[in-house]
């Protein structure tokens, strides 16, 4: 079950912590040095994670003491990796010792949809995988915290909800040619909730008070979309496949958002006439909320690039992961196929 954000501004965040009483942080430098002026009711400990393997993420719940720790609640202030480092010791504490810490997420940036999600992201032999699940008592957006973010980062965010558009592409491809469960509803709902999110591009560019509500509002009813249908089939196809590819060939992290809106575009080349929306279309969008995708300018290489679309069609079976246009039998991803895309995306 996901939960609504609540929105504010005027630090919302920090009056929020003074009126919590006992409570950890989890958080990383910048955002925590934002908020840490602005409170007066300090937290029993402040703990900087980045490092999101397991093993990591065991020793920390280590550090911490169920006796101590029952009475607190628990915080994550910051990005992706602090939101699910809090998330991952709430889940093993309220598991191993049968406790109900209260969970609080306060997102700094909103790259991503790891926020809402309550699924745990963490890395296992380097791979992202889901374990657990912890859900917030409740998650703020506080305008003032966001702002301070990068503009192309925050940007950025709208790719998990904008990755619609190639999913539903995929979606139909899987229909056709292996007849996976489909539901009408969904597909436009899911359609609908892209149509609503490309009205404020002006906003989004600006990340203004409305571009922020705007990006949240889409990435709250994308994570409900999925959980109604019950798994990310909606929002998830061959655009992300393509990324965790090209990450497991470089090693290289990316802003996700930025490689997404790129990929999103690939997709939509590949798919043909069962993409769902035009490649101008998307194309147009991300122009006009200035969101990067050159590969260039995310130092991807035509190498690395070709390497990925070589070896897509094998990882995607090799993962398991679902029906996609890189499944299909239509699209044969040989040399002359392969220059084709990067001679489309050269041009971008
Ligand atoms: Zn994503």
New binding site residues.
Partial sequence: MVIQPTIGDGWVSADKLNSIGKYIVFTLNEPWSLIKRRINNEPQQVVFNLDMSLENLNQLYNRFKPEKIKECTIVGIGGGSACDTAKFITWKFNQEHKLNLPLILIPSIIS??AFLCSSIAVRIGGKVRYIGKSLPQEIIIDHDLIKQAPKNLNRAGV??TI?IVSALGDWIIARDEIHEKFDPNIFNEAKHIVNELMKSREEIREVSKEGIEALVKGFYREVSLCEQWGNARPE?GSE?FLAYCLESITGAHYI?GQL?GLNILISLFLQEDAAVFSIEEIHQFFKDIKLTISPEKQNISSAQMKEALKTIKEYVQKERLHYTIYNSPRLILNEVKIQKILNFINKL
Avoid: L, M, R, Y
Wanted: avoid cysteine.
């Fill in positions: 991503v949809d790719s998990d990755s998830e992300h996700h997404i």
